[in-house]
């Protein structure tokens, strides 16, 4: 894998986290969200802002795999939180960053698990301090651990 399309992966979890706290807040059809995001943000230039290359592909995989499975992946995560602890709690950002990542932990097989903590610990870098940048990392280690 050429470090292009690494990024272009890395640009699409970003993207794919940021989708899927634009469907949790307004409630945005899936379809209209793909097109939008296909349309004006992955690798679209809007008024000066150059917004970075994405695997397109990868991108609607995550999108469409949380929302399809977002069930089975909020009882995974609420089985790996501490006692007293359920989704409602969780910030809407850091909720996004989990589910998409334990979504590639499930579905995702062709990306190695350290590959998946790594990319969401930096997604949650980009919103969070490290204390939840660890928390991701923790979280998503004991969901690879059950799911893998």
Known sequence: MSSFSGQARSNSR???VQ???QVDME???LHLLLDEF???RLGAEIEDVEYAKADINFFDDIVRGVEARR???DATLTSKLASGW????????MLQILRAGTYELMARKDVAIGTVISEYVDVAHAFFDEREAKFVNGLLDAVAREVR
């Open 14 to 16: 970003l993207a794919a």
């Open 27 to 29: 409630r945005t059809e």
């Open 86 to 93: 359920a989704i409602p709690r969780i910030d809407k950002t």
């Open 19 to 21: 989708a899927l706290y």
């Open 38 to 40: 296909h349309q004006h």
């Open 71 to 73: 069930g089975e992946i």
